[in-house]
């Protein structure tokens, strides 16, 4: 099973993590497009072009099985136009966990943390409107303009990250927010930070691990055995931080450069 996953930079990478202890025997190629990195602040069409670019790349050059989305963004922005174009490529995506955080939340209270492009997207308003109303939710959305550059320059605990953080998340903090979704793959990597602004306990909602399980149901339901071990490529379309990209996987992992739709 060769498996290419994609996103803006390091986010992919927090499900790659998932990927690479859920799913055996399989070829990892992951593609950080940090050249045209954030993808949040970027229009439909842009996003939907790097998209198609790296899918297509992936399949000439590495034949892959299956595709990951590993970015809410892409997925809000291509999803929908990869599977008509690849029928028969598996093709998994990442949504913000609404449905989960519903189910978790006790006070009722949801923060939503998304990229500017994913909260205006309409795949976002469609799983609000799929899961809210199914209980007396309140909803508190956040678009985190700037985050993801500071993600991907490893200021993950800078007093400047934290500024921004708490500007966004002491009204969530007053409100009494029990829960908070990351809508964006890059966002665990500032878990830590959202904790201590928010203080009281916190149920925070990737997707990471949900991703990984339908990837390997998936792939099981084609015949794959799932035995063996999984190798991981990574390549970088632009510069990367590598120390991140250590602290994130556990181990070394060399990152090639890659040029992709040119
Ligand atoms: N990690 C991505 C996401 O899940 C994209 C971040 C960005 O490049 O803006 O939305």
Known sequence: MKVGVFDSGLGGLTVVKSTLSTLKGAEL????????????????????????????YFIEKHQIDALVVACNTATSAAIETLRKAYPDLIIVGTEPGIKPAIETTRSGKVGVLATPATLRGEKYQQLVDAHVGKREISLYEQACPGLVEQIEQGKTEDPETETMLRRWLEPMRKEGVDTIVLGCTHYP???????????????????????????????????????????????????IEEKSVVNLIGRKVPVSSVCVGE
């Open 29 to 56: 190629y992951y593609i950080a497009d940090t050249k045209h990195a954030p993808y949040g602040e970027k229009t439909k069409a842009q996003i939907l072009s790097y998209s198609l670019d790296i899918t297509r």
């Open 189 to 239: 990597l500032v878990s830590n930070l959202i904790e201590k602004i928010m203080v009281h306990r916190l149920n925070l909602i990737h997707t990471g691990d949900a991703i990984a399980k339908r990837l390997l149901a998936l792939a099981q339901e084609k015949g794959h055995q799932n035995e063996g071990t999984t190798k991981l490529h990574i390549y970088a379309t632009g510069v």
